[in-house]
Each structure stands twice: as structure tokens, then as C-alpha cells.
Nanobody, 121 residues
Framework: QVQLVESGGGLVQAGGSLRLSCKVSGGTFSNFAMGWFRQAPGKEREFVASINWSGHRTNYADSVKGRFTISRDNSKDTVYLQMNSLKPEDTALYYC??????????????WGQGTQVTVSS
């Protein structure tokens, strides 16, 4: 059973940067496309970014294009989300998951605990 552990969140001022990590265990990591998602208080979970199994193809939500970069290290079973030029509206609980493809976002595993990102103005 695939398990996901997100880390790297925190409190940052607007314009700052954070790097999130997601460690995957219990499955063959390099077989999966991976995605980052976020959920702000009172809102539904939304897609942020995705990456294919090799790392050569990515997909981003319009709201984060040019500011966030997703990457992966298959030797470490880890996917990353580099977040630059953070805005208060990026404040949310961030989750990763294995997904069907970078555009078919159905999650393949149970959700982890997430990591909280808070951006102050």
C-alpha cells in the first residue's frame, strides 16, 4: 500500500520561497505520475502541479505557472514542489499523491497528512 509523507511547509512572507517534499513508500515510485494538490480553509482540494514518471513532462495550474516547479528524484522516491514568489492566496494545506497521468488527476493512494503553507502579507 502506497504511503505518502509531505514535509517542508511553514510560515513565509509574501514574495518568499518554500520547497515541499513528498516521500513515497510501499510502491514502485518510478511507475507513478505524481501530483501536488492544496486545500485552503472552506474550499475544495485543487490541483497544483503534476509530473510524469520520468520527470520529463509536467503540468501546472494557471494560478502557479511561472512561480512553482515540480520535480522528482526516483532514486529517493521523492517528489518536490519548489514554490517561489509566494502569495497570501497560496496559503493552504498541501498534499501529494500518485495519479493516473499528469492530466488524469484521479488519486491512486489514500491522502497523507499534508504540510501547511501559510503566506503572510
Amino acid at each position: 500500500q502506497v504511503q505518502l509523507v509531505e514535509s517542508g511547509g511553514g510560515l513565509v512572507q509574501a514574495g518568499g520561497s518554500l520547497r515541499l517534499s513528498c516521500k513515497v513508500s510501499g510502491g514502485t515510485f518510478s511507475n507513478f505520475a505524481m501530483g501536488w494538490f492544496r486545500q485552503a480553509p472552506g474550499k475544495e482540494r485543487e490541483f497544483v502541479a503534476s509530473i510524469n514518471w520520468s520527470g520529463h513532462r509536467t503540468n501546472y495550474a494557471d494560478s502557479v505557472k511561472g512561480r512553482f516547479t515540480i520535480s522528482r528524484d526516483n532514486s529517493k522516491d521523492t517528489v518536490y514542489l519548489q514554490m517561489n514568489s509566494l502569495k497570501p492566496e497560496d496559503t493552504a494545506l498541501y498534499y501529494c499523491n500518485a495519479i493516473v497521468t499528469i492530466t488524469t488527476l484521479r488519486n491512486l493512494a489514500s491522502w497523507g497528512q499534508g504540510t501547511q503553507v501559510t503566506v503572510s502579507s
